[in-house]
């Protein structure tokens, strides 16, 4: 694996850039969306600005370390940040994942901007760099089982479904753990189907 960091990425209508300042508050304002932060967010989110900035700016100094992949998705027609986009270290509480190539996949887009492709555009891309640059041997992710959108969405980019497992996350803003489908990808499958 290669520690290249959040490489600027130009896509058809996207640039997926390292998050900078002036994206801080319009990503903060989408997380605060109850139908995005339903599903995505695990952690705490204040509602007031001023709480939540501290939180912020820590990712802005974290945006140009070489082993953090995370983008702001600015759309090219009007350099609008309608989302973010990251490749983390995976965390999983039932096994203790060490190896440093395996990592988790996440993303939102601003409900303004969904059902037109967007998200699919900034996760191949991202995909794409992962795995044939960064050289990531693997991406574990899940999706409630109620989120439909974003379950199918895997499985349109080329993950792969856990059928016989699924488990439950307790997310921020919903009162009762969640059950979800559990997806990975592995590069030798990925590099398979990028040469087929």
Known sequence: MKFLGSKTIETRRLILR??????????????????????????KLSFDWEKEKPWQYKKLQEAKSKDKFQWSIILKSNNECIGQISV?????????ITDKSIRGIGWFISPKYQRQGLAYEAASAILDYMFQEVEIEEIKTGAAIENEASWKLMEKLGFIKDENNTKKIKYTFVDNPVEIYLYNMSRENYLKKCNK
């Open 18 to 43: 390292a998050t900078i300042e002036e994206d801080l508050k319009p990503i903060w304002e989408i997380l605060c969306i109850p139908e995005v932060n339903k599903y995505y967010l695990t952690c």
């Open 88 to 96: 983390h270290e995976a965390h999983d509480e039932d096994e203790e």
